[in-house]
């Protein structure tokens, strides 16, 4: 079971889950990543302001299709990562939002990165806002629930 947490200001929190993120490409860049959890979201991405913290030079990295969402379209780019949540650990293919011109960047400098299906589908997700909770249950943990 990975268990998370809600995030934010008072009355707007959200489910987010703490993960560590590898790029074996760059042996250098390795740390850790606050994730808002969206279903939304086909895959899971990197918010400009994590790449930064993780000191991940965008320039070397292939151009991506664009990522749409609320805010229009941003270009990304994409690396091989590992992802590490507790104990589990998935190779996947990252995309990083690579905002062009200061005025997107500035307009994309406060979102999160965001945990995706690509990662939410190996899961069952239970999210209760009332206690707190956020956990992704494993398919035994959540088969052992017997909620049909």
């Known amino acids: 079971m990975i268990r998370g947490y809600w995030g934010g200001h ?3 929190t959200r489910p987010y889950v703490i993960a560590s993120v590898a790029i074996p490409s760059f042996p250098d860049v390795r740390g850790i990543v606050h994730f808002l959890v969206d279903t939304g979201a086909d895959s899971t991405l990197l918010a ?3 790449a930064l913290e993780l000191r991940i030079d965008l320039a070397r990295l292939p151009a991506n299709s664009a990522s749409t969402g609320i805010g229009g379209r941003t270009p990304t780019v994409c ?5 590490t949540l507790d104990t589990l650990t998935f190779p996947i ?3 990083i939002l690579a905002p062009v011109g200061r005025r997107q960047q500035e307009a994309l400098s406060f979102i999160p990165s965001l945990l995706g299906r690509d990662i939410l589908s ?3 997700l239970f999210l209760e806002e009332r206690t ?4 992704l249950l494993e398919p035994s943990e959540a088969d052992a629930l017997a909620l049909s």
């Open 132 to 135: 707190n909770r956020v956990l």
């Open 122 to 124: 190996r899961f069952a």
């Open 48 to 50: 400009p302001r994590d």
């Open 79 to 83: 690396v091989e990562a590992v992802l």
């Open 10 to 12: 008072p009355g707007r």
């Open 93 to 95: 293919a990252l995309r």
